[in-house]
């Protein structure tokens, strides 16, 4: 099982850049088109050596991690009290279901006439690709937890306290874990979108500056660095499996 784990995604990845060195052989572009693996793999090297990918990978991660962490520490509070108090639910919900299909994309001209060029508008986008799905994922879990448990926590006269550590947090887990995967990802995809417009650093940045410059070896080498953040990240989510089983288990016994 471990060695297919390794070995089908090597396979797929192999293919992915046989049928790339064909296009480039085959299809008549020029290199500066469509750049081969292999123009590519030398310009990653240089963007590497001469530190400009480290630059703007960490400007990236850096904007990401601020307006994510921000909406963790907003949305999960607000999607359990929107879960646990019904007039917050009423008084809200409507509110949070008009404002969360809005793309954080069409935010971008507002943000940058409030918050001008710089990382703050990003920020502030990634928190709102962030924090919606965080609230409604949050707070459906908790509606989702059987009554049961609270009825017992009756009994036992547990204070408010004692139900969200021990009943409410431990059961929500589970989806929450899954809520933080998809939002990280969306994050991500944000402030590549978001680096382009309001901001003059990041991978976004660098995608746009090589496209003005036609390197699109830059541009291809930007988007191969988007892609390996993505998952590592991806797999820093999925390392929190063990969180989610371990809490899933207490409550489906």
Do not use: C
């Not at 049928?19 to 590519?40: A, C, D, K, N």
């Amino acid at each position: 099982m471990l060695n297919q784990k390794i070995i089908l995604p090597i396979i797929s990845f192999s293919v992915l850049l046989l049928i790339w060195e064909l296009v480039t052989r085959f299809s008549g572009w020029s290199q500066q088109v469509f750049p081969s693996p292999l123009m590519v793999l030398i310009s990653f090297q240089e963007l590497i050596v001469n530190g400009e990918l480290l630059k703007h990978a960490v400007a990236s991660l850096f904007r990401v991690s601020i307006g994510f962490f921000l909406a963790v520490i907003l949305g999960i509070p607000l999607g359990i009290i929107l879960g646990r108090i019904k007039i917050v639910h009423l008084l809200l919900n409507a509110l949070i279901q008009f404002l969360r299909p809005i793309s954080p994309l069409a935010w971008i001209p507002l943000a940058m006439l409030w918050f001008g060029i710089g990382d703050v508008p990003a920020i502030f986008l990634i928190f709102l690709s962030s924090f919606f799905p965080m609230v409604v994922s949050t707070s459906v879990a908790v509606e989702a937890i059987k009554p049961t448990f609270f009825q017992v926590a009756a009994n036992f006269n547990l204070s408010r306290y004692e139900i969200l550590t021990k009943i409410v947090i431990p059961a929500i887990t589970p989806q929450v874990i899954t809520a933080l995967r998809i939002s990280i990802t969306i994050a991500w995809l944000v402030v590549v979108a978001a680096e382009m417009i309001a901001v003059q650093s990041g991978l976004g940045y660098m995608i746009l500056d090589s496209r003005n410059a036609l390197r699109m070896d830059y541009v291809m080498v930007g988007m191969i660095a988007i892609g390996i953040i993505g998952l590592a990240l991806d797999f820093i989510m999925q390392s929190l499996s063990q969180i989610e089983s371990t809490a899933w288990g207490r409550f489906t016994k």
